[in-house]
């Protein structure tokens, strides 16, 4: 009887080994498929993050050269309004009969009634 509970004994021995090792197989298969998982979700995260920050660069810098241009913008239009402002003033003295006259004596030397033109000699003849 104790040769039949030993070979009982190895049998149920053998059994739980098979047993066991099925369960380390199947434990070490799914842990290579976990890893090769992980592997694969982090390769596709990081070229996703790749291409994300890269946009995300060019996009700021696009940004940084729009603002620039603004700036200029805003600069030439604040100067813009100083010339409207300037000509605005032209035009009111343009309507004014005496500054007309004034101008066209000063710029083309006109002369008025009665008046005499006497213009300044040329710096380079006295040179």
Do not use: C, W
Not at 16 to 37: A, C, D, S, T
């Amino acid at each position: 009887m104790a040769i039949k509970n030993e070979r009982a004994r190895q049998k149920i021995r053998q059994s739980y080994m098979n047993h066991e090792q099925v369960k380390k197989k199947i434990y070490e298969r799914r842990r290579k498929l976990l890893i090769r998982r992980l592997t694969a979700f982090f390769a596709v995260a990081f070229v996703v993050l790749y291409f994300y920050s890269s946009a995300l660069i060019s996009q700021s810098e696009l940004l940084d050269g729009k603002r620039k241009e603004l700036e200029a913008a805003e600069k030439q239009y604040e100067q813009l309004k100083d010339r409207q402002a300037v000509l605005k003033d032209e035009i009111k003295k343009l309507q004014d009969e005496e500054y007309i006259g004034k101008f066209a004596r000063k710029e083309y030397f006109l002369s008025g009634e009665n008046e005499i033109i006497f213009a300044p000699p040329d710096e380079e003849e006295d040179e």
